[in-house]
T-cell receptor
Framework: AQTVTQSQPEMSVQEAETVTLSCTYDTSESDYYLFWYKQPPSRQMILVIRQEAYKQQNATENRFSVNFQKAAKSFSLKISDSQLGDAAMYFC??????????????FGKGTKLSVIP | NAGVTQTPKFRVLKTGQSMTLLCAQDMNHEYMYWYRQDPGMGLRLIHYSVGEGTTAKGEVPDGYNVSRLKKQNFLLGLESAAPSQTSVYFCASISAGRSWEQYFGPGTRLTVT
């Protein structure tokens, strides 16, 4: 079974600074997706960024980027120029890309990010 | 286009009562999911469906039942609620194939006293 581990229950960052959230995963598959979701106090799950395992290039979305290390099974999220609106729970998630299965997401336990003005 | 909707948004139950949570999606997605979110636990899969008339168990299925009589709806039932089922419940859907984005509903906060 696949597992996703987020080892930082809480983190904080000064506004305008950069922060990196860690995620490791365990799988025997080679074709999969990795995601970072943001959950603000509204509870809505918001997709921040995704990475396809067969792509070596790290994904970027504006101020958000990932460091994907497939051999090490590591998938960290870097937030640059942190803003007050970035304060939220962040979840790392994994799912198979194709093939038999449900495409269900396996989530880490989350990291609560605080942004200090 | 409403995406994924959940009814109700909040509910308080007494131990032993029953209720049904409704998830509806208007994107013609084949796959639908029910997750629960507990503090410090992330989201865990309860049940899922790969198509109309089909359901399967996820990681934490005990105490829940589901039905998918129509493609657009996925119902989650609690026959006899327990305090351990106090949680936030999320429904999600995705189309089959190599689609990558799973669409989430807004969540239902359930408290069992």
């Amino acid at each position: 079974a696949q597992t996703v581990t987020q080892s930082q229950p809480e983190m904080s960052v000064q506004e305008a600074e950069t922060v990196t959230l860690s995620c490791t995963y365990d799988t025997s598959e080679s074709d999969y997706y990795l995601f970072w979701y943001k959950q603000p106090p509204s509870r809505q799950m918001i997709l921040v960024i995704r990475q396809e395992a067969y792509k070596q290039q790290n994904a970027t979305e504006n101020r958000f980027s990932v460091n994907f290390q497939k051999a090490a099974k590591s998938f960290s999220l870097k937030i640059s120029d942190s803003q007050l609106g970035d304060a939220a729970m962040y979840f790392c998630a994994y799912r198979l890309a194709t093939g038999a299965g449900s495409y269900q997401l396996t989530f880490g336990k989350g990291t609560k990010l605080s942004v200090i003005p | 286009n409403a995406g994924v909707t959940q009814t109700p948004k909040f509910r308080v139950l007494k131990t032993g009562q029953s209720m049904t949570l409704l998830c509806a999606q208007d994107m013609n997605h084949e796959y639908m999911y029910w997750y629960r979110q507990d503090p410090g636990m992330g989201l865990r899969l309860i049940h899922y469906s790969v198509g109309e008339g089909t359901t399967a168990k996820g990681e934490v299925p005990d105490g829940y039942n589901v039905s998918r009589l129509k493609k657009q709806n996925f119902l989650l039932g609690l026959e006899s609620a327990a305090p351990s089922q106090t949680s936030v419940y999320f429904c999600a859907s995705i189309s089959a194939g190599r689609s990558w984005e799973q669409y989430f509903g807004p969540g239902t906060r359930l408290t069992v006293t």
